[in-house]
C-alpha cells in the first residue's frame, strides 16, 4: 500500500504538473474521509503519510473546551477530563489518540480520487493566477473560446481563460468563435470557478498599449504618452510629449502614411484617433485638447478646476462635436471641466460677471465706480483675490500706490471676516428649531470675535461648541470660567429640548 500511495503521487504530480505535497495532502484528506466513515459518527481525524516511504498512521483528535461551551461532545473535551492525563493543557489545545487506518485501497482510491482532482484543479488555477499577477496592466492576445451573453472568453493556452466582460467590449463589434483578440488585463484573481484573467477593450490604458506595440520611439523613453479618453469604437484622444525637440511626437505616431495609427485603429474596430501634443500650461493643453475646433479664447478657473472656452459660431458644433463626444473626450483627457460656448455667449458672461464684480467691489470695499472698475479690469473678481494676492498686483494698476492697495487689502479683509461672522450663507440669522444645531451668534454670552475665533478653529455651531471643555474655551482670548460654563451650557441647550 505504501509503494502504491508513492506510485499515485509520482504519477499524478508527474502528469498534471503539480508539486507532490498538494497529492501527499490530498490523499491524506481522502484517507481521513474514509476513516471517519468506518468509525462512524461525527468524529475528527487525521492522517499522517510520511513523505519517505509512504507510510500513514491515522488519528482522532478532540479539541479542548470548558464545560459551559462544549456543544459536539464526538469532537470536543472537556478540560477537567484532558487534564488528567496533561495537566498543563489549555483550552482551544487539541488531542489526538492514534486509531486504526483503513487501507489504501480500491474505495479509498475512489475517495482520493474526487480529492486529488478537485486538488489538482485548485492548483492548475493557483498557477495561473501567479503566473499573470504580474501581467496585470499588460497586454494579452488569445482566441475567443466562446461567448456567453455578450462576454468574451479567451483561452490563452495553458489552461488560462481570460473573460471581457460585454461592458468591456467595442460596441457593435463583430466577434466569433476562433476570432484572435487583444485586450488589457484589468485585474487577476483567484475565482474558485470561471475564469480569473479580466481584459478590458475599452479602457484608454488599451489605447496607449497599442501605441506602444506600434511606436517604437515611446520604448525607447523618446515619446512619452501622457493619457487618453475614449468613446469606444467611435473616437478617441490621446495626449503625446517628446523629449527630444527634434522628434514630431505626433507624426511619429502617426507614421509613415498614417500606417502606424491605422494600426491601431484597425485593431479598436475602426476608431478614429486624435493625436494630441501636450503642454505643460494647461490652458494651451486644453486648447490643442479641442481640435479640431479652433479656439478664440479661454479663461480658467482654477479653484472650479474649469475653463471657459469660446469658439467662432461656425466652429461651435464641431468643438462640441456629436453628442458632446469632442468637448467630453478633450475633459476626459485634460482633467479640466470644458465648457464650450460661442463668443457672443463668453462676452456676455464675461459683461455678467464684470458687473457682480464691479458691484461687490463697490459694496464690500466702500469704493466709488472708478475704483472698482480699475479692479475688474485688472482680472480681479473676487474679495478673496483683493485681500490676498501680492500687494505688487495692487500697486500695478495704474493710480494705485502702496498707501491705497493697502487699505483696499484691509477692506477686503474686514468685509471677509463680516462675511464669516454673519454664516456667509445667511443660516446664522435663522433661529434653529428646538433641538437642532444653533449658530454661535444665536447664543446667549457669545460676542462677534469670539464666533469668529471659534469658527477658525473648526467649531461652527452649538453642537460644536457643546463637546468643548470649560478648560478648553478658556484658552480663548477674554473668556473666563463663568463666561465658559454660561456659553457651554447654552450649547447643550438644543439637546435637551
Not at 460644536?464 to 470660567?481: F, H, K, N, Q, R
Request: aromatic share 4%.
Amino acid at each position: 500500500m505504501s509503494k502504491e500511495i508513492l506510485f499515485v503521487v509520482d504519477s499524478v504530480s508527474n502528469e498534471k504538473g503539480v508539486e507532490r505535497q498538494v497529492i501527499f495532502e490530498a490523499i491524506e484528506a481522502a484517507l481521513a474521509q474514509a476513516a471517519r466513515k468506518r468509525h462512524g459518527g461525527d468524529i475528527d481525524t487525521r492522517v499522517e503519510i510520511r513523505r519517505e516511504d509512504g507510510s500513514y498512521r491515522t488519528f482522532r483528535r478532540w479539541k479542548v473546551v470548558d464545560a459551559d461551551t462544549s456543544e459536539n461532545p464526538e469532537r470536543e473535551i472537556i478540560l477537567e477530563a484532558a487534564r488528567l492525563d496533561n495537566p498543563d493543557i489549555q483550552p482551544g489545545e487539541i488531542i489526538e489518540e492514534e486509531i486504526e487506518s483503513v487501507e489504501f485501497g480500491r474505495i479509498a482510491a475512489q475517495a482520493a480520487k474526487q480529492v486529488i482532482v478537485q486538488k489538482v484543479r485548485e492548483a492548475e488555477r493557483r498557477q495561473v493566477v501567479e503566473a499573470y499577477l504580474e501581467r496585470k496592466g499588460t497586454l494579452v492576445m488569445g482566441q475567443v473560446k466562446r461567448i456567453d451573453r455578450g462576454n468574451v472568453i479567451l483561452d490563452l493556452g495553458g489552461n488560462a481563460e481570460a473573460i471581457i466582460p460585454r461592458d468591456e467590449m467595442i460596441p457593435r463589434e463583430s466577434v466569433r468563435s476562433g476570432d484572435r483578440l487583444r485586450g488589457y488585463i484589468t485585474d487577476v484573481r483567484y475565482e474558485q470557478r470561471g475564469p480569473q484573467i479580466f481584459v478590458s477593450r475599452t479602457a484608454p490604458e488599451f489605447l496607449m498599449e497599442l501605441f506602444k506595440l506600434e511606436v517604437p520611439e515611446i520604448g525607447q523613453g523618446l515619446i512619452d504618452l501622457i493619457s487618453a479618453s475614449r468613446d469606444p469604437g467611435l473616437r478617441a484622444k490621446i495626449a503625446v510629449a517628446s523629449k527630444d525637440p527634434r522628434i514630431d511626437p505626433v507624426g511619429t505616431c502617426v507614421g509613415m502614411r498614417g500606417s502606424r495609427v491605422q494600426s491601431v485603429t484597425n485593431e479598436l474596430a475602426g476608431e478614429r484617433i486624435d493625436i494630441i501634443i501636450w503642454d505643460e500650461n494647461p490652458a494651451q493643453f486644453v486648447i490643442n485638447a479641442m481640435s479640431p475646433a479652433e479656439v478664440v479664447s479661454i479663461v480658467v478657473d482654477e479653484d472650479a478646476g474649469s475653463m471657459d472656452v469660446a469658439v467662432s459660431e461656425d466652429n461651435l458644433s464641431k468643438a462640441i462635436g456629436r453628442g458632446g463626444q469632442n468637448v467630453r473626450l478633450a475633459s476626459q483627457l485634460t482633467g479640466w471641466q470644458i465648457n464650450v460656448m460661442s463668443e457672443e455667449e463668453a462676452l456676455k458672461k464675461g459683461e455678467t460677471e464684470a458687473k457682480q464684480a464691479l458691484e461687490q467691489f463697490v459694496v464690500e470695499l466702500d469704493v466709488d465706480q472708478e475704483v472698482g472698475e480699475a479692479l475688474v479690469e485688472a482680472g480681479f473678481t473676487t474679495l478673496e483675490e483683493v485681500a490676498y494676492v501680492p500687494s505688487e498686483e495692487l500697486t500695478s494698476i495704474e493710480g494705485f500706490d502702496e498707501e491705497i492697495a493697502e487699505e483696499l487689502r484691509n477692506r477686503a479683509r474686514d468685509a471677509l471676516l463680516v462675511q464669516a461672522i454673519s454664516g456667509g450663507d445667511n443660516a446664522s440669522s435663522d433661529k434653529a428649531a428646538p433641538g437642532d444645531a444653533l449658530a454661535l451668534e444665536d447664543l446667549e454670552g457669545m460676542t462677534a470675535p469670539l464666533a469668529a475665533a471659534l469658527r477658525a478653529a473648526g467649531i461652527n455651531n452649538s453642537d460644536d461648541l457643546a463637546e468643548l471643555s470649560i478648560d478648553e474655551l478658556c484658552e480663548y482670548e477674554g473668556v473666563d470660567e463663568t463666561q465658559a460654563g454660561q456659553l457651554i451650557m447654552a450649547a447643550r441647550a438644543p439637546w435637551f429640548a
